[in-house]
């Protein structure tokens, strides 16, 4: 009598398990990464319900401790000109600064800046959040 088995085992490995795994992960550290704002620096702006449609090149961060950035970059008050007009002179096209301040920076510090941008002849573009 001749028995055989009818079911052969297969040594191989299946991976397409794992691929869909992976790029799962894949899709939702992208996601994720594009949700984290490109700005380290806390600040906790005011709200209104205005958008604006220009994008910024230059990014001016002033958090309540008074500690000023420029693109990410902390720099001293006293500096704020040069290297404004340092990196306004990297952009082509529309110059234009977004301005970052946060609620509890005295009207006064704004005001500097914004004194700065209108000597330069520069856009300002003034930041808050969605109401």
């Known amino acids: 009598m001749g028995l055989r088995s009818s079911h052969k085992v297969d040594a191989g490995f299946n991976m397409s398990s794992m691929t869909d795994l992976v790029f799962l992960l894949l899709?939702?550290?992208?996601?994720?990464?594009?949700?984290?704002?490109p700005y380290?620096?806390?600040?906790?702006?005011?709200?209104?319900?205005?958008?604006?449609?220009?994008?910024?090149?230059?990014?001016?961060r002033i958090d309540?401790?008074?500690?000023?950035?420029?693109?990410?970059?902390?720099?001293?008050?006293?500096?704020l000109e040069?290297?404004?007009?340092?990196e306004m002179a990297k952009t082509s096209g529309d110059q234009a600064i977004i301005l970052h301040v946060d609620q509890s920076v005295p009207t006064g510090v704004?005001?500097?800046?914004?004194?700065?941008?209108?000597?330069?002849?520069?856009?300002i573009i003034l930041a808050t959040k969605p109401s």
């Open 27 to 37: 899709i939702f550290f992208v996601i994720l990464s594009t949700m984290v704002s």
């Open 40 to 60: 380290a620096l806390p600040v906790d702006l005011p709200t209104s319900a205005n958008k604006t449609k220009d994008k910024a090149k230059v990014a001016v």
């Open 64 to 79: 309540t401790e008074l500690h000023y950035s420029v693109n990410n970059q902390l720099i001293e008050p006293a500096q």
């Open 82 to 86: 040069g290297v404004l007009t340092a």
């Open 110 to 123: 704004t005001v500097s800046v914004l004194d700065i941008c209108k000597r330069n002849k520069w856009k």
